[in-house]
Every structure is written in structure tokens, then in C-alpha cells.
């Protein structure tokens, strides 16, 4: 049975930092990718990062690039979001995903569609204040 368990969101004010974690189980982590994706109230659940199963490539959506950096500890199959200097406008519930791991490679193309992330978390709430 797969999980994937998020922790680590708050209720902070703008400029200040978070660190997401998710906590994977019942996938093979090792050789899988995987991402971050977070919703708002009244909008659609859009990417946020990822990162490829080694490590070697990551992506991030416009709106955090140079804020958000994505990670991954094997050992611990946990991957990791940390958010600095973060805004009001990074209000939403976050998400942690993975792919199925017959898919397809991430790529720039594919990475923000939602069809190719299998497998998602309950999510974590994460509350910017101006």
C-alpha cells in the first residue's frame, strides 16, 4: 500500500521559511521521481517541483524558482521542500506526489501535468500572513 505522508506546514509570516517533508512508503522511492504541487482555495491544484529519482534533475515552477528548493534522502525516503522568503501568494494546501514507476520520464514537458502523478498525499497546509 502506498503512502505518502506530509508534514512540517504552518502558519507564517511573509519572508520567513518552511521546510515540507513527505514521508514515503510502499513504492519503490529509490528509482522513482518525485514532486510537490499545491492548491489555493477556489483555484486548481498546480506543480510547484520535482525532482528526478537520482537527484540529477530538478524542476520548479516559475513562481518559486530561487525560492523553493526540492530535495530527496534516500535513506530515509523522505524528499523535502524548502521554502524561503516565502509570500501571502504561497497560501495553499501542498501536495506530495509520485508517479507511477512504469511512466515516463520527467521532463520539462510533462512535469506539470497532473496525469502523470499517480500517487498523492493528504497534503499540509501552509499559511503565509503579510
Known amino acids: 500500500q502506498v503512502q505518502l505522508v506530509e508534514s512540517g506546514g504552518g502558519l507564517v509570516q511573509a519572508g520567513e521559511s518552511l521546510r515540507l517533508s513527505c514521508a514515503a512508503s510502499g513504492l519503490p522511492f529509490t528509482t522513482l521521481s518525485m514532486g510537490w504541487f499545491r492548491q489555493a482555495p477556489g483555484k486548481e491544484r498546480e506543480f510547484v517541483a520535482a525532482i528526478t529519482w537520482n537527484g540529477g534533475d530538478t524542476f520548479y515552477a516559475d513562481s518559486v524558482k530561487g525560492r523553493f528548493t526540492i530535495s530527496r534522502d534516500k535513506g530515509k525516503n523522505t524528499e523535502y521542500l524548502q521554502m524561503n522568503s516565502l509570500k501571502p501568494e504561497d497560501t495553499a494546501v501542498y501536495y506530495c506526489?509520485?508517479?507511477?514507476?512504469?511512466?515516463?520520464?520527467?521532463?520539462?514537458?510533462?512535469?506539470?501535468?497532473?496525469?502523470?502523478?499517480?500517487?498523492w498525499g493528504q497534503g499540509t497546509q501552509v499559511t503565509v500572513y503579510s
Open positions: 506526489a509520485a508517479p507511477s514507476q512504469y511512466g515516463p520520464a520527467l521532463t520539462v514537458s510533462n512535469v506539470r501535468r497532473l496525469a502523470l502523478w499517480d500517487y
